[in-house]
C-alpha cells in the first residue's frame, strides 16, 4: 500500500470519525460538520497526498457537496483582503530576487561586518530583517537569499558537510540563519505567510491588528532577540573559525560583478520604502494595506521590474491564494457558527481560578510545544489559534496582546525540529547540522526566544498600553 493511499484513508478515517461522532449539546451540527472538514484538510495540509492547494479545493468542494455551506458561502475566502495582501507580498518578494536587490543588501552587510564569524551572523541577521517585511514566504526569504550567502562563506573557509568540517563555520552559520528567520518572520505582519491568517483570525473576533500595530509591538523583543540569539548560539555551538577576513573580499567581489545598482534595482528600493511607510501610516491616510500592496505591483510591472509573465509564473503565490482562502473561509464559519466560542468556553472552564497572565502564560508554552506535531506553521495556526486567542480572552486578557503574543509565538514555535516551518528542511538539508544537535538546540533557542519574549516582551507591550 503506498504512502498516497495511505494519507487519503487516514485523512477520511479522522474526517468521518468527527462527522459521525453525536453532535454536542448546543453545539449547531453544521458546525460540528464543517469541523470534520476543516480537520481533514488540515490533516490533508500536513500528509500532502496531493499539493496543498489541490487539497485545498478538495476540502472546499466537501463543504459545498455535503450541504454544510453554499458554494456561494465556500468561495467567500476568495474575496479576503488579507489574503490578498499576502499574495501582493509575494509577486513584489520576486522583484527583490529578479532584480539582484536582495543579494546585493546581502553582500554589502557582508562587506561590511564579514570579518569575524560572529559579526558576520549579525550581518546575515540584519539582511533577513530587511527583507521581511517585503518577502512573506521565509522559505524564499531565507533559502532564496540568505542560506545561499551564508553557504558560499562556509565553503570558501573549506566547511562542507560532506568532509565531516561543519562544525569550522557552516554548523554555526546555519544555526544563526535558522533561527534568525522565526525571529525575523515574528517582527512583521508580512514576515511569514500564516501571520495575516493569525490577524484575520482575531479580526473574526473583533481584535483589529494593523500592519504598524503588530510591528510596534514586536520591535523591541524581535531586536534583542536577535541581538541575544547568535551569542547563545556561539556559547551552545561556538565554531572552530572565529575569524574570516576573506568574507569581505567574497562580497567586494561580488558587488563588484554585479555593478552599480540598476535601474530595476532603485524602482524595486523606491516601492519598498513607500509601501512600509504606507502600511506603517495608510490608516490615518485612509489607504488599506491590500490596495497599497496592490500599487506597488502596479508600479512593478509598469516600470518592467516584473514582467505579468513573472506574476503568473509566481506558483507560490498562487498556491497560498488557493490554500489560504479555503483554510480562512472554514474558521470563519467555525466562528459564525458558534464552534470556537464553544470549544474555548470547554477548555476556558478547565482553566477557571487562574489570574489572566498565568493563564496566557500557560496557553502560550502550550501551543508553542504542541507545534511539536506540526509540519506546517499555517496548519498549527488554522488549526488551534483561534481556539487559544479565545480561551485566553474568555479567562481575562487584553484582546489585542494576546491576539499578537499568539502570533509572534506562532514564528517562533517553528525553532524546535527539522520540519516545523518552511526554511527547516532546505538548512537541515545542507548536513552542517546533525539530527539530535538540530533538536537539541532548537529546544534551548525556543526556551531562550520564550523568556527573551515573555520579560522584554512584556515590560514593552506594558510601555505601550496593550494592557
Known amino acids: 500500500m503506498n504512502k498516497k493511499l495511505i494519507s487519503w484513508l487516514v485523512i477520511l478515517a479522522v474526517g468521518c470519525g468527527i462527522w459521525f461522532t453525536p453532535v454536542p449539546t448546543g453545539v449547531d451540527p453544521n458546525a460540528w460538520h464543517l469541523l470534520a472538514v476543516f480537520v481533514a484538510t488540515v490533516l490533508g495540509l500536513i500528509l500532502e497526498p496531493i499539493p496543498m492547494g489541490a487539497v485545498a479545493i478538495c476540502g472546499i468542494a466537501a463543504t459545498a457537496v455535503t450541504g454544510t455551506l453554499t458554494i456561494k458561502e465556500s468561495l467567500t475566502g476568495f474575496s479576503n483582503h488579507v489574503i490578498w495582501l499576502i499574495v501582493m507580498a509575494f509577486f513584489i518578494s520576486r522583484a527583490f530576487i529578479k532584480s539582484g536587490l536582495g543579494a546585493r543588501i546581502g553582500y554589502i552587510f557582508m562587506k561590511l561586518m564579514g570579518k569575524r564569524t560572529l559579526t558576520l551572523s549579525y550581518g546575515l541577521l540584519i539582511t533577513d530583517t530587511l527583507l521581511a517585511p517585503a518577502i512573506p514566504s521565509n522559505t524564499a526569504r ?84 536577535l541581538l541575544a540569539m547568535p551569542l547563545i548560539a556561539y556559547m551552545i555551538n561556538k565554531p572552530e573559525i572565529t575569524a574570516t577576513p576573506q568574507a569581505p573580499q567574497i562580497a567586494a567581489k561580488a558587488l563588484a560583478d554585479m555593478g552599480k545598482m540598476k535601474a530595476s534595482e532603485w524602482i524595486t528600493l523606491f ?85 489572566w497572565p498565568t493563564a496566557l502564560a500557560s496557553l502560550v508554552v502550550i501551543y508553542f510545544f504542541i507545534h511539536y506535531a506540526f509540519a506546517s506553521s499555517t496548519a498549527h495556526v488554522a488549526a488551534l489559534y483561534a481556539v487559544f486567542l479565545a480561551v485566553a480572552v474568555q479567562l481575562g486578557a487584553p484582546g489585542l496582546l494576546a491576539a499578537l503574543v499568539f502570533g509572534f509565538v506562532s514564528n517562533l514555535m517553528g525553532c524546535g525540529t527539522h520540519y516545523g516551518t518552511g526554511p527547516a528542511p532546505i538548512l537541515f538539508g545542507a548536513g552542517h547540522i546533525s539530527l539530535p544537535k538540530w533538536w537539541g538546540m532548537g529546544l534551548v533557542m525556543g526556551i531562550s526566544q520564550l523568556l527573551i519574549w515573555g520579560v522584554v516582551g512584556g515590560i514593552w507591550w506594558k510601555v505601550i498600553g496593550l494592557y
Open 142 to 225: 531565507t533559502g532564496g537569499i540568505v542560506f545561499p550567502l551564508a553557504n558560499s562563506v562556509a565553503d570558501a573557509y573549506g566547511s562542507r558537510a560532506e568532509d565531516g568540517t561543519s562544525k569550522k563555520l557552516g554548523s554555526f552559520l546555519m544555526s544563526t540563519v535558522f533561527h534568525g528567520t522565526t525571529i525575523t518572520g515574528a517582527m512583521f505582519l508580512t514576515g511569514m505567510a500564516a501571520n495575516p491568517l493569525a490577524a484575520k483570525l482575531a479580526g473574526d473576533m473583533g481584535i483589529e491588528i494593523t500592519w504598524g500595530g503588530w510591528a510596534l509591538a514586536a520591535i523591541v523583543p524581535g531586536i534583542v532577540a
Open 271 to 355: 516601492t519598498f520604502v513607500a509601501l512600509i511607510i504606507l502600511w506603517i501610516g495608510g490608516k490615518a491616510l485612509g489607504i488599506n494595506g491590500t490596495t497599497a500592496a496592490m500599487v506597488g505591483l502596479i508600479i512593478l510591472v509598469n516600470a518592467n521590474v516584473l514582467s505579468w509573465d513573472d506574476v503568473l509564473k509566481e506558483k507560490g503565490a498562487w498556491n497560498t491564494l488557493t490554500w489560504f482562502s479555503a483554510l480562512v473561509m472554514m474558521a470563519t464559519f467555525l466562528n459564525k457558527l458558534g464552534l470556537i466560542k464553544w470549544f474555548g468556553g470547554s477548555i476556558a472552564a478547565s482553566l477557571t481560578g487562574l489570574d
